[in-house]
């Protein structure tokens, strides 16, 4: 059974830093692509970052660009989202998202996501 | 960037019924890149569709997918009390993946 857990959410100030994890299981984690997609309260979905699964390639959004990394363990079958300068608009749910078998970037499974909310 | 959007933005049916939500593109989209998602409150998202038309594992024969190019079409043949609720198309036939600001299903 696929199962993603992410972990790392909490409160920050403006400008801080935080680190999310999102430990997987279930699956052959190194061959797949791997994504973050993240929910203001209330808002609908927003793509964050994803990450390819078979040459690492890095993609990101035009609003995270520059401020957000996404990485991986394969060791650890661990998805990894390193986030800094955060504001108050990146105040969000993020969950992490599994691309499907076919290796096309849809969301065949998801987390359950972490809460990060940026405040002073 | 791919901007998606979807209508209407609420829509009010009754049990029994059929539902049709769309999903317009503001530049073609190839068939095989558009995916559609079910998210009830509290609830990750779960995917439903994906190549436009195949249904995901479990997802029951009542939802189907359909279109090219800009236009999109998630069809809920009947209803069912738990299909009440948002769901979104997605692209990801580009780099920048995004998602439509999605349909809410409410009971009439």
């Known amino acids: 059974e696929v199962q993603l857990l992410e972990s790392g959410g909490g409160l920050v100030q403006p400008g801080g830093s935080l680190r999310l994890s999102c430990a997987a299981s279930?699956?052959?984690?190194?061959?797949?692509?791997m994504n973050w997609v993240r929910q203001a309260p209330g808002k609908g979905l927003e793509w964050v970052s994803g990450?390819?699964?078979?040459?690492?390639?890095?993609y990101y959004a035009d609003s995270v660009k520059g401020r957000f990394t996404i990485s991986r363990d394969n060791s650890k079958n661990t998805l990894y989202l390193q986030m800094n300068s955060l504001r108050a608009e990146d105040t969000a749910v993020y969950y992490c998202?599994?691309?499907?078998?076919?290796?096309?970037?849809?969301?065949?499974?998801w987390g359950q996501g972490t809460l990060v909310t940026v405040s002073s | 960037e791919i901007v998606l959007t979807q209508s209407p933005g609420t829509l009010s049916l009754s049990p029994g019924e059929r539902a049709t939500l769309s999903c317009r593109a503001s530049q073609s989209v190839s068939s095989i890149y558009l995916a559609w998602y079910q998210q009830k409150p509290g609830q990750a998202p779960r995917l439903l569709i994906y190549g436009a038309s195949n249904r995901a594992t479990g997802i029951p024969d009542r939802f189907s997918g359909s279109g090219s190019g800009t236009d999109f079409t998630l069809t809920i043949s009947r209803l069912e009390p738990e299909d009440f609720t948002v769901y979104y198309c997605?692209?990801?036939?580009?780099?920048?993946?995004?998602f439509g600001q999605g349909t809410r299903l409410e009971i009439k």
């Open positions: 997605q692209q990801y036939g580009s780099s920048t993946l995004t």
């Open positions: 279930g699956f052959m984690f190194s061959t797949y692509g």
């Open positions: 998202a599994k691309t499907g078998v076919d290796g096309l970037f849809y969301f065949d499974y």
């Open positions: 990450l390819s699964g078979s040459d690492d390639i890095t």
